[in-house]
């Protein structure tokens, strides 16, 4: 099956600095990956997303890269906030037509002011 | 209600016992999924329901759970003889049933479950 590893665990920068998280898949077969935030007592949140036929896609402050090749994928967060703060996970779908994520193992994001 | 509901939030049991956690999903979302966030841990897929059926249960770790959905709407997750390594956040989450929002999650803020 699907694995999706996720790197780093941990992340702690400057406020006004940019953060990125990577993350690797095995299967080639994926082609939906969405990024989720999650703040402490809360479910995760869906935050951007991308498809395979797509190689890059932004929203404001956030965005998300694709190689297909290299198979992995990565979200960057420039001019972070402290309410960036959270712990962010990615994931991986083979496109079944309904929500069957593979997850990463997460990254405790930490924006200090 | 705006979001999706669960409850309850916390729920400490003794091991041997069995649990109920129930979910109620966004109004007119179709598709209803169960995740578990063990500690320090990624989510991990349970089964997803299609209305009321559940076309896709591979991810249930044991036959000790199982789940239902009634009225295409709340759903259930029993785990029976509740062991210590059940302990986790159990997420509920839905969708919409159309195309390309299908895979778009909106999650619950989870039932922590802890087992002594």
């Known amino acids: 099956g699907e694995n999706v590893e996720q790197h780093p665990s941990t992340l702690s920068v400057q406020e006004g600095d940019s953060a990125v998280i990577k993350c690797t898949y095995s299967?080639?077969?994926?082609?939906?990956f969405p990024w989720y935030k999650q703040e402490l007592g809360k479910g995760p949140q869906l935050i951007i997303d991308?498809?395979?036929?797509?190689g890059e896609k932004k929203d404001q402050r956030i965005a998300v890269t694709l190689n297909k090749t290299a198979k992995h994928f990565s979200l960057h967060i420039t001019e972070t906030q402290p309410e960036d703060s959270a712990v962010y996970f990615c994931?991986?779908?083979?496109?079944?037509?309904?929500?069957?994520?593979?997850f990463g193992q997460g990254t405790i994001l930490t924006v200090h002011p | 209600g705006a979001g999706v509901s669960q409850s309850p939030s916390n729920k400490v049991t003794e091991k041997g016992k069995d649990v109920e956690l129930r979910c109620d999903p966004i109004?007119?979302?179709?598709?209803l999924y169960w995740y578990r966030q063990s500690l320090g841990q990624g989510l991990e897929f349970l089964i997803y329901?299609?209305?009321?059926?559940?076309?896709?249960k591979s991810g249930l770790p044991s036959d000790r759970f199982s789940a239902e959905r009634t009225g295409g709407s709340v759903s259930t997750l029993t785990i029976q003889r509740t062991q210590q390594e059940d302990s986790a956040v159990y997420l509920c989450?839905?969708?919409?049933?159309?195309?390309?929002?299908?895979?778009?999650?909106?999650f619950g803020s989870g039932t922590q479950l802890s087992v002594l």
């Open positions: 989450a839905s969708s919409p049933n159309a195309r390309p929002t299908n895979e778009k999650l909106f």
């Open positions: 299967d080639s077969a994926s082609n939906y």
């Open positions: 991308i498809r395979s036929n797509v």
């Open positions: 994931a991986a779908s083979r496109g079944t037509s309904y929500g069957k994520l593979t």
């Open positions: 109004s007119g979302h179709t598709a």
């Open positions: 329901f299609q209305g009321n059926s559940a076309p896709d």
